[in-house]
């Protein structure tokens, strides 16, 4: 029997989704959306209580006090499914940082073509933080030394990674109290793999805490590394004019949809794209030109440096190949859904994969190499041109929305200040006064088994409404993009008076973006800065702040949640939980979620918590905000003292005695 498919409105809150979802269903073809219908999820794998790490089993616990046939209990087995989905995805940045690290060496010494050092800034500080002699020194030789220390990173067996340095130094005493400071990005993945084989590690806290270092290698190693080196090559993201949605393809031109991670063969598309031979290529294949955009963190990395508009978040993907008009889909590594090259076999569409790492059955490959980037971008754009005249019939659905993205902490730092003035006061004022009552980053993925965008846009606008200040990266930011509210001051009417004085006086939009899923680092700095900026406490945990991912999916947002919880956090992931265990039947399955929430908030003062309720989430949210603003003795928060413009203030004043006048514009004078 047939499984009930929800409808279009239940599967995405994107008209552009919904408009590609009925074409899909008119013509038989099926999407995530319709297998996720179709594919009912595993309730005892879900739950975190399988483990199939021998092959003795796989062992299902679902009855109280029983084991696995090597005796494993169901918190060492949550915990150990945990700690390999963790440095699964620590791994994905990470090796994501390392190809970046290798990219830099090869510009330094000349050996990658079409590279150069786009932010010589950014190399220069970054450098000097790492202890790297810059005085006289040219670019090519800094970037040559910073290269090595980061590729050293990777494989480093002693010591503490480089980066932890970059921490408040009270947070980096509990990483060395806990033993959790990683020594080598490789070798806390290893040792997650290792720990977790049959007969290994089989305490849970014990096995957690090395979840909390890998973890930690991710965010402030291998991460952190990805997004210092994409700025120092193509640019530290600025403020630009962006796209998004489906309607940025183009009938008449040559569509291209870059999607994955890595900037490195993204960016040199986007400059062989604008190379004469290849736009006379085009033309001379009957089209108007190339027509660039991209699905994804691939979207993120060329949106916020380039302004090439992104055709999509995680399941537009296939939505975008349904429209007939993509010439080519170019793939390199993470989220690439193995059905596009079944999909694309409806249409014209090409599946090109180019990474080492990732081939798909049926694809065209074409391999990517940094040493000749732009010679094989080149070749990826002709033969997608070449496919031009098999195009048929095109369904593009007419939806897009203006954005503006590209708020690095730099310039973050420098929009507060200016150039001389450069500076997080600001915003650590705007918190202390309660104009902003704090902030929450709302990031990953979507996930077809709820909404698509529904709870990231949800929760981000009843932010606003609180005066909370919205920071998004990775499929949440493209979300809030399609719903044009990452827009300078068009959404202002819908935010808190006291966030809204703040954006009309900075010229902000209230939701900033900040890149991709690997610049979430951009947020610990950030939130590093405000600790250093002072008047905030003296560590992230004290911060009034969280991170949320309502609609997460991939093992890298639970890395992502893991650091983020070490760097003092409150993180809430919407959805299911891998360890939700079924505590009615077996009450030792809720150890590890209590452990990860209130264990890890002894320890480290962030904690993780599952809370697929949109409501409830918003509501812990403000209740961790005001508890964290009350122990900072910080005023609560009260938005009628704000939100009224300068000029309608000074008429209202003008109406009192002078006394009182006086009393309103500088407080009532001292008895
Ligand atoms: Ni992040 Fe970026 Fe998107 Fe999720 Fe996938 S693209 S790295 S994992 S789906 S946010």
């Known amino acids: 029997m047939a499984k009930k498919r929800r409808t279009p409105e239940e599967y995405s809150s994107d008209p552009a989704a919904q408009e590609m979802l009925i074409h899909a269903e008119e013509i038989g073809i099926g999407t995530a959306f319709t297998r996720a219908d179709d594919m009912a999820p595993c309730n005892v794998g879900g739950a975190g209580m399988c483990c199939k790490l021998c092959g003795m089993g796989p062992c299902r616990l679902t009855k109280d006090g029983q084991t696995g046939v090597c005796g494993a209990t169901i918190d060492t087995i949550q915990a150990r499914n945990l700690v390999r989905a963790i440095a699964a995805g620590g791994a994905a940045h990470s090796d994501h940082g390392r190809d970046m690290a290798f990219t830099l060496k090869a510009v330094a010494n000349g050996e990658a073509e079409g590279y150069m050092i786009r932010d010589i800034a950014k190399l220069r500080m970054v450098a000097q933080k790492n202890g790297i002699e810059i005085k006289d020194r040219a670019p090519e030789e800094i970037a040559d030394e910073l290269a090595d220390l980061y590729i050293a990173q990777f494989g480093q067996q002693r010591g503490e990674v480089v980066l932890m340095k970059n921490a408040p130094e009270k947070r980096q005493k509990i990483w060395r109290e806990q033993n959790v400071l990683p020594r080598g990005i490789d070798r806390e993945v290893v040792e997650a793999l290792h720990r977790t084989h049959i007969g290994d590690d089989q305490d849970p806290e014990h096995l957690l805490n090395h979840a909390v270092r890998t973890a930690l290698a991710d965010g402030w190693g291998g991460s952190m590394i990805a997004t210092d080196i994409s700025d120092i090559l193509f640019g530290t993201p600025a403020p630009i004019l962006g796209q998004a949605n489906l309607g940025v393809l183009k009938d008449d031109m040559v569509n291209v949809v870059v999607h994955g991670h890595e900037p490195t063969l993204s960016e040199m598309i986007v400059a062989a794209s604008q190379d ?323 264990g890890w908030e002894d320890i480290y003062g962030g904690k993780l918590e599952f809370v697929p309720d949109p409501d409830e989430m918003i509501e812990k949210t403000l209740k961790h905000i005001d508890a964290k603003r009350a122990a900072l003795g910080l005023p609560a928060h009260d938005p009628s003292r704000f939100g009224r413009g300068g000029d309608e203030r000074m008429r209202e004043l003008e109406e009192l005695p002078l006394e009182e006048r006086q009393a309103a514009l500088y407080g009532a004078p001292a008895d």
Not at 336 to 363: C, D, R, Y
Not at 385 to 395: A, L, P, Q, S
Not at 488 to 495: K, N
Not at 527 to 543: A, F, H, R, S, Y
């Open 276 to 598: 004469p031979e290849i736009i006379e290529y085009a033309k001379a294949a009957g089209a108007k030109g190339v027509n660039l955009s991209g699905i994804c963190c691939t979207a993120n990395e060329i949106l916020m440096r380039q302004g090439i508009p992104a055709a999509g978040n995680f399941l537009h993907q296939e939505l975008s190949i349904l429209t007939g008009a993509v010439e080519a889909m170019v793939v390199d590594v993470q989220c690439i859904m193995q059905a596009l090259v079944g999909l694309a076999e409806n249409f014209h569409t090409m599946v090109i994969t180019t990474s080492p790492k990732v081939k798909l059955k049926g694809a065209t490959h074409i391999e990517f190499d940094e040493h000749k980037a732009l010679t094989i971008a080149k070749e990826i754009l002709k033969t997608s041109i070449d496919n031009y005249k098999n195009r048929g019939k095109t369904k593009i659905p007419q939806h897009t929305e203006k954005l503006i993205p590209g708020f690095s902490h730099e310039y973050i730092n420098y929009m507060l200040g200016g150039s001389y003035r450069a500076s997080f006061r600001p915003l650590n004022d705007a918190i202390m006064s309660g104009r902003i009552r704090g902030v929450a980053a709302i990031v990953g993925c979507n996930n077809p088994r709820s909404t698509q965008d529904y709870l990231h846009t949800y929760v981000t606008k009843k932010m606003l409404e609180e005066d909370v200040l919205v920071v998004e990266t990775g499929c949440g930011a493209i979300a809030a993009a399609k719903l044009g509210l990452l827009l300078g001051e068009a959404g202002l009417d819908q935010v808190g008076p006291g966030l809204s004085e703040v954006c009309e006086t900075i010229g902000i939009p209230p939701v900033l973006h900040m890149g991709s899923c690997v610049d979430n680092t951009r947020i610990l700095t950030v939130l590093t800065q405000m600790v250093e900026e002072g008047g905030l406490g003296d560590d992230i945990d004290q911060i009034p702040a969280v991170g949320l991912a309502p609609e997460w999916m991939s093992e890298k947002a639970l890395a992502i949640g893991t650091y983020c919880v070490a760097s003092g956090a409150y993180v809430m992931f919407g959805g299911a939980s891998p360890v939700s265990g079924m505590p009615n039947r077996m009450e030792d399955s809720a150890i590890v979620s209590k452990y990860i929430s209130e």
